[in-house]
């Protein structure tokens, strides 16, 4: 195809801003979807996307427009999911940046910016939901021009609901967004951005061609992996599969590899032919896991299943990692590495909706640099592996340079909470005369647990927050362990701050106390660091009335029944089981 008629984009914006039902407008005006087709939040192809009105996934999507050939990448807009976005902007010349109307620039709308700027990528500004009462088009048009140094004229306003003024946006693509350029490669590049598995045909890639042609037959090499296939088909995103003949420079299509091995077509690699001399492109930038925690199954035997689940969920989500693990108490299992806690909720959610499993997730964990006592250094990211800390020279926390965009009447809220969560106050900016952007530096584990959900209380849902790892720093932290019918649960145990240690160990068996079901026999619940037991709560048995059956008499059979009643508790107390509901395992989450 010539690619002076091909413009590549994608659309980026803070969450909930209206990017997929953008998309959804472009659909329809192109005439890409027929009408009988349509509907909302056409490119979020998950039930999990649909249910949570969130992109988690990016997503192709191809149309023809006036004798050109756009082509569209729909990104996700949360932070725990930025990395998609980064993987998409390898991918085009030219981003739609959303901006709500009602709401403004947020957090995660300077970050994707930021992102897009990064790569010299032509930036269109778009202020959507002109339409609802609460629009206020001057303030959030200053705000743009500021942001972007850029003149009023220069942003479209548009309705995605209504498709008021969609189309100029077409047509600002199609004379801003410049025409890709094989910049004089003669051979055979493409970038792998993404990928799916189809239990039929194998690997299916996402590529962004840079140089050359690649069609059916061809034999195809990636260069990062060695591996070799021959292609089985190319083609195009509308949004579904279509086979096309080839796909030439400047492109973004499919093809369909073949390969049954997912770890041989890793997102990132660049593809080339097989004999031809070909230099990798520039990949994206190695994604680190920020949190982990430990993924095992209530039954036993689902070990490979869960084990082959995660590969398939490990092909399009490069920031997915796993290793195996195995706990006396809980067997076999999976230690895995997310980006976040939403992150994390999305693998869980997916396992056991797609894949039917049922599993017991341990308490998530950031991943802290250790210097042992014999100097060397390494990574731990279990608590278990902090089990005897006197090995342990020195421990040194992942720390955040986090942005929270603000009104400025719940700057004092806000400042008192992030102090509460041991953040460091870095700087303030304005974005304009009623909104600020807080700068603070603080612990990734301060925001584990429910520190966006308390940022939107105090902020009355007004704040938003993005972060990014900025180094490590040494903390001291010891390791609490939960007691329940004086077993240890191993996946309870938590790191916490040595100062905080007494604190917490009191809220957690409360909470425990709370949510644990009546046992047979009085149930010791306790919390302790090392041997020794720091907070401790009982939850009364469950007493059956023993002596119902019992009429008048004398009162010694009563008392033998309840003696024999006694005994067996004891009994039990000693040899039974306790079976812990997940609700124990959320309560661990919870902060104050």
């Known amino acids: 195809m010539d690619q002076t008629k091909i413009r590549n984009f994608g659309i980026i914006a803070h969450i909930d801003h209206g990017k997929s039902t953008l998309a959804d407008r472009f659909l329809e005006i192109t005439d890409t979807v027929s009408k009988?087709?349509?509907?909302?939040?056409?490119?979020?192809?998950?039930?999990?996307e649909r249910?949570?009105?969130?992109?988690?996934?990016?997503?192709?999507?191809?149309m023809n427009y006036k004798g050109l050939h756009l082509n569209l990448i729909d990104t996700p807009g949360h932070v725990d999911f930025n990395y998609e976005v980064s993987r998409s902007l390898a991918a085009v010349e030219g981003v739609v940046l959303v901006v709500d109307a009602t709401q403004g620039i947020q957090?995660?709308?300077l970050a994707n910016l930021y992102l897009a700027l990064e790569q010299d990528l032509v930036v269109i500004p778009v202020i959507n939901k002109i339409d609802l009462p609460a629009a206020d088009l001057e303030m959030v048009s200053n705000e743009i021009v500021n942001l972007l140094g850029c003149e009023k004229e220069d942003i479209i306003a548009v309705s995605a609901k209504t498709g008021k003024n969609v189309e100029t946006i077409l047509e600002r693509i199609i004379t801003l967004i410049p025409a890709p350029t094989d910049e004089g490669r003669t051979a055979v590049q493409g970038l792998v951005f993404d990928s799916v598995f189809d239990d039929y045909r194998g690997v299916i890639i996402f590529v962004r061609m840079f140089g050359g042609s690649i069609k059916r037959g061809d034999k195809l090499a990636f260069i990062g992996t060695g591996a070799h296939t021959e292609v089985l088909e190319v083609g195009y995103f509308k949004p579904k599969f279509v086979k096309q003949d080839e796909l030439t420079s400047g492109e973004i299509g499919y093809i369909v590899t073949g390969l049954k091995e997912i770890s041989h077509a890793?997102?990132?690699?660049t593809i080339t032919l097989v004999g031809n001399e070909s230099t990798a492109l520039e990949g994206y930038k190695e994604i680190q896991s920020m949190v982990f925690a430990g993924f095992f199954c209530k039954e036993g035997d689902d070990y490979s299943k869960l084990r082959a689940a995660l590969e398939k969920l490990k092909l399009n989500d490069a920031a997915l990692s796993y290793e195996p693990e195995n706990s006396p108490a809980l067997g076999f299992g999976f230690r895995c590495g997310f980006l976040g806690l939403?992150?994390?909720e999305v693998i869980q959610e997916r396992l056991s909706r797609e894949f039917d499993l049922d599993l017991i997730i341990t308490v998530p964990a950031v991943a802290y640099e250790v210097t042992f006592s014999d100097g060397t250094e390494g990574i731990l990211n279990n608590p278990q592996d902090f089990s005897d800390q006197t090995k342990i020279a020195q421990v040194r926390e992942p720390m955040l340079m986090a942005d929270i965009v603000c009104p400025k009447e719940f700057m004092g809220n806000i400042m008192q909470?992030?102090?509460?969560?041991?953040?460091?106050?870095?700087?303030?900016?304005?974005?304009?005369?009623?909104r600020v952007v807080l700068h603070y530096k603080m612990p990734l584990a301060s925001i584990l647990a429910d520190f966006y959900s308390a940022l939107k209380s105090v902020s009355s849902g007004y704040a938003s927050l993005n972060y990014n790892l900025v180094g490590y720093e040494p903390v001291k932290i010891v390791k609490l362990d939960i007691f329940i019918a004086e077993d240890k649960v191993e996946a309870m145990s938590s790191m916490v701050y040595e100062e905080d240690a007494y604190r917490m160990a009191r809220n957690i068996v409360k909470r425990l106390k709370d949510v644990m079901p009546k046992q047979q026999f009085q149930l010791k619940i306790q919390a302790g660091i090392g041997a020794k037991i720091i907070a401790s709560e009982r939850l009364s048995a469950l007493r059956k009335d023993v002596t119902s059956k019992l009429y008048g008499g004398d009162v010694t059979r009563k008392r033998k029944l309840l003696e024999k009643q006694k005994k067996g508790k004891k009994k039990m107390a000693k040899f039974g089981k306790v079976d812990i509901p997940n609700e124990a395992f959320l309560a661990?989450?919870?902060?104050d």
């Open 107 to 109: 957090a995660q709308t």
């Open 36 to 48: 009988r087709d349509m509907k909302a939040q056409l490119l979020d192809t998950m039930d999990i």
């Open 342 to 344: 939403l992150h994390l």
């Open 417 to 434: 909470l992030v102090q509460d969560a041991k953040g460091e106050y870095q700087t303030t900016e304005y974005l304009d005369e009623k």
């Open 51 to 62: 249910e949570r009105g969130i992109t988690i996934k990016l997503q192709p999507a191809t």
């Open 266 to 269: 890793r997102v990132g690699d």
């Open 588 to 591: 661990i989450l919870k902060k």
